[in-house]
């Protein structure tokens, strides 16, 4: 269905704050991708932070003028479709590479990050990125090593003085005085 001069504008307009707003991004092309897969692959999308939209190459390429992927307008070629992670900078790069799994016909050609254009293998590098709640977890144990060292080392010199007998030694002494 062709769009009309108005439809093509909020197009760009939508893609266009989604792509100021996204942590990075991955192009694929679709071809032979069956509805099935496409459905799975939009309700995975939404479920994890991922807009997903299939869009003319001219559209995309002025929706993300003025932005850092302004970097992969070169690079729009053939039929694509952009998947821009919205929540977390791994989440589209993993969305493509779980699908791609499945369906050879599904292959990232762009991935950008930062506004630096990256070369399309670097979509697994990109899934590789840890998730929020893992780079929570991460954080909170680096964060608790000190502590947990700290108190080791305490208790370590209270050990080493005799800190554990010292007060019933005390004890003693005020009892035969």
């Known amino acids: 269905m062709a769009l009309n001069l108005t439809q093509k504008q ?13 942590h990075s991004l991955v192009a694929a092309e679709y071809a032979g991708t069956t509805v099935e897969q496409m459905t799975a692959m939009r309700k995975k999308a939404r479920e994890t932070g991922v807009y997903l939209r299939v869009v003319k190459n001219t559209l995309a390429s002025r929706a993300v003028a003025g932005t850092e992927y302004e970097c992969v307008k ?3 070629v053939g039929p694509l479709l952009y998947a821009f992670s919205t929540e977390e900078p791994g989440a589209a ?12 016909k599904l292959v990232a050609k ?7 254009l990256l070369p399309a293998a670097h979509v697994d590098v990109l899934a590789s990125l840890p998730t929020r709640e893992q780079a929570l977890s991460m ?22 003085q005799g ?9 003693d002494a005020e009892a035969t005085a």
């Open 10 to 22: 909020e197009v760009v307009a939508e893609l266009s704050e989604v792509a100021a707003k996204a």
């Open 74 to 76: 070169d690079a729009l």
């Open 93 to 104: 790069g993993r969305l493509i590479k779980e699908f791609a799994k499945g369906n050879d």
């Open 110 to 116: 762009v991935v950008s990050v930062e506004g630096k």
């Open 139 to 160: 954080l909170a144990r680096v964060l608790a090593e000190p502590a947990a060292m700290f108190a080791r080392a305490v208790k370590a010199v209270a050990d080493q």
């Open 163 to 171: 800190g554990g007998d010292a007060a019933p030694a005390e004890a």
